[in-house]
């Protein structure tokens, strides 16, 4: 069974920083991508930056140039450095991990955190 556990959502004023982490927990050798989704209010959830094994990182266009992503493949986790917070940051994000090896056994499909909350408000 693997889970997702995000951690660092909270309030920030527009131009300021947060840190988002999210740790994988269970028997995991491997994740193939890692990363980070989020969903305003009224709309559908997006993706906002992922890593896969090999380092290749895929960013939304407003992420671009402001957050950045990470990875820590020996423990599983991942970070979303998010810069330059503007009030249209505000969203509930979430961890996703797609294609993890455990005990030998590949299972391909995704897995979702609970969601962390992020408000960008002065």
């Known amino acids: 069974q693997v889970q997702l556990v995000e951690s660092g959502g909270g309030l920030v004023q527009p131009g300021g920083s947060l840190r988002l982490s999210c740790a994988a927990s269970g028997t995991i050798s491997s994740i193939n991508v890692m990363g980070w989704y989020r969903q305003a209010p009224g709309e559908e959830r997006e993706l906002v930056a992922i890593m896969s094994r090999t380092g290749s990182t895929n960013y939304a266009d407003s992420a671009k140039d402001r957050f950045t992503v990470s990875r820590d493949f020996a423990k599983n986790t991942v970070w979303l450095q998010m810069n330059s917070l503007k009030p249209e940051d505000t969203a509930v994000y979430y961890c996703?991990?797609?294609?993890?090896?455990?005990?030998?056994?590949?299972?391909?499909?995704?897995?979702w955190g609970k969601g962390t909350l992020v408000t960008v408000s002065s």
């Open positions: 996703n991990a797609v294609g993890v090896t455990s005990m030998s056994v590949f299972y391909g499909g995704q897995y």
